[in-house]
């Protein structure tokens, strides 16, 4: 039995597949039947024996055997290890200028975003210009930028700063606060956030995930032409209740997809273009249509891994949770807040996962269908 050991949760979540998340560290492992006796036996053995495995371990060679418990005690080790929460130099604003600012309204609630030059626009406002407005504010966010760092600020209240390779964090942080300011809720409030695209059409709801690259963003695009309604593009925060919000900008429609989105929405060519970096080249930020319908949070069960070539076949078919939290896990964000913690993995048992490959539109759209 291993003293002082943190709470753990941990979970069957599939045929011959489990998940055990431990909560001084906030790290998930998935593993099958036996390692989790392995495990949970090493952590104490009076409540956890292994029984039921005997026969299984005995066939293990020694030198394998001994190698597996020394690489459990690693693990354990590891997972029972105080995660540390980055530490962000404070910053005072006081007498700064923040001469560049912009608004936008989404659920009836107004933010301002004061930069402090013109160009940190460019970080956040492409995305949002759909929602832009000149209403009163209720909030005031501030982004500086200073010594090659990006520092963010909530009414004046420091909340962290980042450099140039953290820009991803910053971009997390930023669409966080956002989301929780427009749904009126508290970061505390939230379980998950997914590096995902929710999508409804009427009772049904689905989210894309995949590497980026993959096409979730066309896919999107897509979707959203054949009447199903946006509800996050590329990243779809889920409450502790299971729902996933509304997170309000802009599908982001990469070069290569240009001519197809024009097909798609005759408007496409009247938006304006922006150039990211040299890997991801130049953009364009379709808004949501939703076709009349603006949906605000819904329960998503269903998630398909996303994968689009033209030399792939159009199939699809589920997968292993195990596998499928495997590509979702290092993308996202998961609180470590022990209840929120069984939020996330009562939400793994109660979903489908799905690989979706295609090459063709029209018979992607008839899979998809089918799952409905």
Request: contains cysteine; charged residues 25%; glycine residues 4%.
């Amino acid at each position: 039995m291993i003293k002082n050991f943190s709470n753990f949760i941990s979970k069957k979540i599939d045929t011959d597949t489990n998940i055990i998340w431990f909560e001084k560290s906030n790290k998930y492992i998935i593993i099958n039947n036996l390692l989790k006796s392995l495990i949970l036996n090493k952590i104490d053995s009076n409540k956890y024996p292994i029984n039921q495995f005997s026969s299984e371990i005995n066939e293990l060679e020694p030198n394998n055997l001994s190698k597996i418990f020394n690489d459990i005690d690693s693990l354990l080790k590891e997972c029972n290890t105080e995660s540390k929460e980055k530490i962000h130099k404070e910053l005072s604003i006081k007498d700064e200028k923040f001469p560049y600012y912009s608004k936008f309204k989404f659920n009836n609630r107004v933010v301002k975003i004061e930069y402090s030059n013109k160009d940190l626009r460019n970080l956040i406002d492409p995305k949002f210009m759909h929602i832009k407005s000149e209403d009163n504010e209720q909030i005031v966010f501030r982004v500086q930028e200073k010594n090659k760092r990006i520092y963010l600020f909530k009414q004046d209240k420091f909340i962290g700063g980042w450099g140039i390779s953290e820009m991803h964090e910053f971009q997390g942080k930023i669409s966080m606060e956002l989301t929780s300011f427009f749904h009126n809720m508290q970061e505390s409030d939230w379980a998950a956030v997914f590096h995902g695209s929710t999508l409804s059409k009427k009772n049904n709801c689905l989210m894309l995930t995949g590497e980026s690259g993959n096409g979730k963003s066309s896919l999107s695009t897509i979707l959203m032409a054949n009447n199903f309604s946006l509800i996050a593009d590329d990243f779809s925060p889920m409450s502790n209740e299971e729902l996933h919000y509304n997170f309000p900008s802009a599908i982001s429609i990469k070069e290569g997809f240009y001519s197809s989105a024009k097909n798609l929405f005759k408007s496409f060519d009247e938006l304006e273009e922006y150039y990211i970096n040299d890997i991801k080249g130049n953009v364009k930020y379709l808004p949501a249509t939703n076709n009349n319908e603006l949906i605000l949070y819904k329960r998503c069960n269903k998630v398909l891994n996303v994968k689009f070539g033209h030399d792939l076949k159009n199939e699809i078919k589920t997968v292993n949770k195990g596998k499928a939290l495997e590509q979702i896990l290092p993308d996202a964000w998961i609180s470590k807040d022990l209840n929120h913690a069984k939020s996330f993995i009562d939400w793994v048992k109660s979903s489908l996962f799905y690989d979706l490959t295609y090459n063709d539109n029209d018979k992607m759209l008839k899979m998809i269908k089918d799952i409905f």
